[in-house]
């Protein structure tokens, strides 16, 4: 109730009674003090719920902005942890290339090396064969010229 409209029924009360002519006892002043405070009690309880309501109100505003300010904040981390992944994504992927080129290097190596041994060997065994048939000539060489040697002096 406003005070104005309190004023106003007591102003009410107090022409009443001195219309009705009845003697003003305390048990009335009694109640007239009890009106009034009940009356500022309601008062003070509705500002007590108004004051509550602006108060989570400015809360609600400080939590906005906090929340708004820490989401920028968490989208800020994000990125940055989000930047770093797709960093190592391609820095893993750039070595997972390397390490598949060079396995394929090291494959053709090995077939490299695997040709070159069977041809050295293949080499080796024609190098062994050609001397063994210099050996033979050389002998069947000196065999004949030991017979023609043997065959002149007879003459």
Not at 31 to 48: C, I, K, P, W
Not at 88 to 110: C, F, G, H, P
């Amino acid at each position: 109730m406003s005070e104005a409209a309190f004023v106003r029924q007591r102003q009410r009360e107090v022409s009443e009674r001195a219309a009705g002519s009845v003697p003003y006892t305390a048990k009335d002043f009694q109640l007239e003090v009890l009106d009034r405070l009940e009356e500022m009690q309601s008062f003070a309880e509705g500002l007590q719920i108004t004051w509550e309501k602006k108060l989570d109100a400015v809360k609600e505003q400080r939590l906005l902005k906090f929340d708004s300010r820490t989401l920028i904040a968490m989208a800020a981390v994000a990125l940055s942890i989000s930047g770093y992944v797709i960093q190592d994504a391609r820095n893993t992927s750039r070595q997972d290339a390397e390490i598949e080129a060079t396995k394929a290097r090291v494959v053709r190596l090995e077939q490299i090396a695997t040709t070159n041994t069977e041809a050295r060997i293949r080499t080796e065994v024609q190098l062994g064969e050609l001397r063994d048939g210099q050996n033979e000539i050389k002998a069947l060489i000196q065999a004949h010229d030991t017979a023609s040697r043997k065959d002149e002096p007879k003459r």
